[in-house]
């Protein structure tokens, strides 16, 4: 029987949405207040969503407490309270949209699952905004 647990975090970073090949002009133009030169910050939500078969044995899909142990050691560890573009150097050369954070936190908790599971990353960036990936 196949299902899906999910873990939900929470961690706040600041960020600043610009692109080096286009003209300050142009960067203002299309990212608005998100190209303040001086950053800005969100409370972001994470959800993380483990889909498998259960352990017939354990009766777990995953143990909760690995899962949290991961996303601490791939994601809060390296995002909360950091300034993506200055500190985090998956973003030293990649803009860090929402779209891009949820890829990234993916990629860095995929390496760490068994490959039987199915991992998706659900990011709230606000309560409008929502980014989900699953690898595909």
């Known amino acids: 029987m196949e299902l899906t647990v999910t873990r939900k975090s929470h961690f706040n970073a600041a960020h600043r949405l610009h692109v080096p090949l286009w003209t300050d002009e142009e960067n203002k133009r299309f990212f608005g207040l998100c190209n303040n030169a001086n ?10 969503s483990v889909t498998g078969e259960i352990d017939p044995v354990s009766g777990y899909l995953i ?53 039987t599971l199915k991992l998706k990353i659900k990011l709230y960036e606000t309560e409008r905004n929502i980014v989900e990936y699953e690898g595909k």
């Open 39 to 48: 950053y800005h910050g969100h409370n972001y939500t994470l959800e993380v």
């Open 63 to 115: 143990d909760m407490k690995v899962l949290q142990n991961l996303i601490e050691q791939e994601v809060l560890s390296r995002f909360d309270h950091m300034n993506l573009n200055l500190d985090v150097p998956d973003f030293k050369e990649l803009n860090p949209t929402a779209e891009n954070i949820a890829v990234v936190i993916w990629k860095r908790l995929r390496n760490k699952l068994e490959p």
